[in-house]
């Protein structure tokens, strides 16, 4: 029986699972016209990502920063099949990459966007109109690059499990992988200590997303009454 080694840590996993769930109801949401529902779904992708950026330097070895660059450069050897380390393939890592930054343009440009009537983001003040509109353009337009990209994902993920019999979802769950050798170590560091840094990090960048702090409008002058 082959040695299971750790691999991706718990908050590693708790990001990974509450970012799809963050990220369907925003999609869902979106589509519906819920405004409400999908900004508050946003809100959560901003501290989501907020979080993983300060695990890329305080979480344990796999999920750092070091590790994924690392892995770039042995792009030919995984094309060869020659590739048996643990965490992120070199492709694994571009994709990530990707989809991360994608998200992350979609949450920020959300905060500043409005539709011409009723909604706007919580930073809508801070830009002016004519900027929060073509943000707003964008922010719908590259939606659909968001879905395909999921889907890509997705699909790579099933066919990875199915034809190539190498299950990527299980690791994410138990936070464990074979150990094909004995080289490999298992994961260290990714602490409490680190934990709760991350999460004060994401807090906030919570705080500054969600614009409480941005000085409400001054309110219209009084229309004097005729005598």
């Known amino acids: 029986m082959s040695k299971q080694i750790r691999v991706w840590d718990l908050p590693l996993r708790l990001f990974h699972w509450l970012l799809v769930v963050a ?56 094309l060869r099949g020659h590739w048996r380390n643990p965490g992120h393939n070199p492709l694994g890592v571009l994709s990530m990459a990707a989809m991360l930054l994608l998200l992350g343009w979609q949450a920020v440009s959300g905060l500043f966007t409005n539709d011409d009537s009723i909604f706007t983001g919580p930073l809508y003040r801070l830009i002016s109109k004519a900027d929060s509109l073509w943000l707003t353009g964008l922010h719908r337009q590259t939606f659909w690059l968001l879905v395909g990209l999921i889907g890509l994902h997705v699909a790579t993920v099933l066919f990875y499990w199915l034809v190539k019999k190498n299950n990527l979802i299980k690791p994410m769950v138990t936070g464990k992988t074979e150990q094909l050798n004995e080289t490999y170590k298992p994961a260290t560091g990714g602490r409490w200590l680190a934990f709760v840094l991350s999460c004060l990090f994401a807090a906030g960048a919570f705080y500054v997303a969600q614009g409480s702090w941005v000085p409400k409008p001054p309110p219209p002058p009084a229309t004097a009454l005729p005598f």
């Open 23 to 78: 990220v369907a109801v925003a999609i869902f949401s979106g589509l519906k016209g819920r405004m409400g529902l999908h900004e508050q779904a946003g809100l959560a992708v901003v501290t989501l990502l907020a979080f993983r950026l300060a695990w890329l330097f305080l979480g344990s070895t796999y999920a750092r920063i070091g590790a994924l660059l690392c892995a770039l450069p042995k792009i030919p050897d995984y």
